[in-house]
């Protein structure tokens, strides 16, 4: 039987770190080269046994597309070679909590009360792939899990304060944020996810522990149907240190796309690629040349899913990701935002 279990903070660190960790310069870690099992991948037309959602936070389609020309992206390269990259343009606030809740549930926030980082509700129990696929397999018949690299907005924390209500924000919908810091308001509020069923959920770690547990899960779980959500922090954070147009964000795009090479050749290593999709996305983009990302809404997905045949927003991930998995998404409540991009655009 399946065991339930949750991780926080960076407590696997210690144990884990050597399995991604590098010693190259400036942090980033040395691409592998391409494999053909992870080619084999592509092709996967019945539902596949794993699907790992791969979040590079907060990354500029542009800035990506110039290192990818230039050669300096060989993961994506390789990874959209099998299949395609395709733009994502963002619909609604493009920050943290609202990207990545409608990437990982297909909802607008009207559906899920999540606005923005500093506007929202806990995500509502049953919304989230994670939910969805455990409610449809069976909780013994699916792993699901996340290791994520940002410790502030992406929690499942519980909330830690009282407020009266009249306290709390009132206006989510006209963008009317708190009136409290983000520290308040999640002690408040609690994390996005205290509310959802998942397997495995690690937050607050390193990119290269994000990684390492990856790698890790993917090993324990080989055997088993696996959806598994990596969130890499490192570019969101050279963004909002030294701005977009910095040599600082660019070079954290070549490690996190390092790092995922990783992933893949884990994947590969283990004989699992002819049934196993991989997406990468982003919840935003970074605003030109500030450190900044209010209006920020061109990004990317790139998949070894021969399937994907155009571009679209970020609830069309989740429904993406559903209907491999083989669910019929039309049957879903409350009904999805987004549409399969594997169906042709209207």
């Known amino acids: 039987m399946k065991r339930s279990f949750f991780l926080f903070s960076s407590i696997l660190v ?13 942090g980033t870690p040395e691409a592998p080269a391409a ?34 020309e230039r050669g300096d992206l060989p993961t994506l390269k390789r990874l959209s070679a099998q299949g395609t990259i395709v733009p ?3 619909t609604g606030v493009t920050d943290t909590k609202a990207g990545w809740t409608q ?40 792993v699901t899990a996340a290791a994520i690299g940002m410790n502030g907005n992406l929690t499942n924390q519980k909330p830690t304060r009282e407020l009266p209500a009249a306290a709390l924000p009132q206006d989510c919908a006209s963008g009317q944020p708190a009136e409290m810091t983000p520290q308040e308001l999640r002690a408040v509020r609690g994390g996005l996810f205290q509310r959802t069923r998942i397997d ?27 959806f598994l959500f990596v969130h890499f922090q490192a570019i969101d954070k050279a963004g909002h240190e030294y701005g ?12 996190v796309d390092a790092l995922t090479g990783r992933i893949l050749d884990k994947i590969d290593g283990l004989g699992l ?42 609830a069309d991930v989740a429904a993406t990701i559903l ?11 409350p009904p999805l935002s987004g549409t399969p991009l594997s169906q042709p655009s209207e």
Request: include cysteine.
């Open 35 to 68: 494999s053909p099992s992870t080619q084999a991948s592509a092709a996967v037309s019945a539902p596949p046994q794993r699907i790992v959602l791969v979040g590079w936070d907060a990354e500029q389609r542009e800035n990506v597309m110039n290192l990818l």
């Open 88 to 90: 994502m343009t963002v």
């Open 323 to 333: 209907d491999r998995f083989g669910l019929d998404i039309t049957r879903l409540e």
């Open 244 to 255: 977009r147009n910095s040599a600082q964000y660019d070079d954290a795009l070549r490690s």
């Open 103 to 142: 990437i990982l549930t297909g909802l607008n926030p009207e559906a899920t009360g999540v606005y923005m980082n500093l506007c929202y509700s806990a995500i509502p129990e049953g919304y989230t792939v994670f939910d969805r696929l455990e409610e449809y397999f069976g909780a013994d018949n699916v």
């Open 273 to 314: 690629g002819a049934n196993s999709l991989v997406y990468v996305t982003a919840d935003h983009g970074f605003d030109e040349g500030q450190k900044t990302h209010s209006n920020a809404p061109n990004v990317f997905l790139a998949t070894n899913d021969r399937s994907v045949v155009h571009g679209g927003s970020r």
């Open 200 to 226: 495995v959920f690690a937050h607050g770690l390193q990119d290269e522990a994000v990684c390492a547990l990856a790698t890790g899960l993917l090993e324990q779980h080989k055997d088993e149907r696996l």
């Open 14 to 26: 210690t144990v884990l770190l050597g399995a991604c960790s590098d010693s190259s310069p400036m």
